[in-house]
């Protein structure tokens, strides 16, 4: 039997990014690929973020993170909004620490009650870190683009990692693209061997950037999380706009902060709560 069956979850979201919160810490139970995808076909989302007991001493929990195909994601700004205010809103606290894939991630209430903060720890921009399947000495630009050689119709990307891989497209109109289309062709280009998130991003000015996203492993969302701090670092590398920024996406805005002293990014936030329901056993029928 699925440690997923009869289990609680939260439905949730980050502006506009779909998440679902389980609790397993009670529970040595951990949660495979099928039993991921089980989910999405009863509970739509963009991702399933799971909480297991603590491996480290003052963490609250090992999160594991899913994407609605079934793979994991190293990092989710958005759904990690989504478990904090979920534990606050249980326990009073207004800080927390969880260890990710991508690393140890600090999480606080503020600057407002109905805000969340996730310090996303800090980029990364070698090209094996990122990563890269060949070397590029400089990762604000590298060669790579869709359409014609002599007249491409997205080009140059900027590359970070984010806990996740992130090609950034600096175009006029994040409208203007079918998105749908070239975000899977991009997604899963040789460079990038273990896939990548695509970003559309247009500079405002110096202190806004509005984006659209194709996610690794969801598709098209309302909103990613460390899209958006890939793509204010990458602005900031460019110096095309300020080490603080609006980000705005289709599902609402986040404030990002590329913080100087340590480099960490910080991600500030709303988190919705939607409903809270069980998983119906006969969901995980099927699964081995």
Request: hydrophobic share 40%; proline share 5%.
């Amino acid at each position: 039997m699925s440690v997923l069956a009869n289990h609680a979850f939260a439905k949730m979201n980050g502006i506009g990014n779909e998440i679902v919160v389980v609790d397993l810490r009670d529970t040595a139970g951990k949660v495979s690929a099928e039993e991921a995808r089980a989910v999405a076909s009863h509970v739509s989302y963009d991702q399933l973020m799971v909480l297991q007991r603590p491996r480290l001493d003052g963490t609250e929990a090992f999160i594991r993170i899913y994407n609605n195909d079934g793979s994991e994601a190293g990092a989710c700004g958005n759904g990690m909004r989504c478990v904090v205010r979920s534990l606050f809103e249980k326990t009073g606290q207004n800080a927390a620490t969880f260890e990710t894939a991508a690393g140890l991630l600090n999480c606080w209430q503020g600057p407002a009650p109905d805000l969340y903060t996730v310090d996303m720890g800090a980029p990364k921009f070698g090209w094996q870190d990122i990563p890269l399947a060949e070397e590029f000495r400089d990762t604000r630009y590298i060669e790579l683009q869709i359409g014609p050689i002599d007249a491409p119709i997205l080009h140059s990307p900027s590359v970070v990692s984010m806990g996740n891989p992130h090609a950034i497209f600096w175009v006029d109109d994040v409208d203007g693209y079918d998105l749908a289309r070239f975000g899977p062709l991009l997604e899963n280009h040789p460079i990038f061997p273990e896939r990548a998130n695509i970003t559309l991003a247009h500079i405002v000015d110096r202190d806004h950037i509005t984006i659209r996203t194709w996610e690794r492993g969801a598709g098209l969302t309302k909103a990613c999380g460390s899209a958006a701090c890939a793509t204010s670092v990458a602005a900031a590398r460019l110096k095309r706009a300020n080490r603080t920024v609006q980000i705005t996406l289709p599902g609402g805005d986040l404030a990002i902060e590329w913080r100087e002293r340590d480099d960490h990014v910080l991600m500030t936030g709303t988190a919705t709560f939607e409903y809270e329901d069980r998983f119906d056993p006969a969901l995980f029928a099927n699964v081995a």
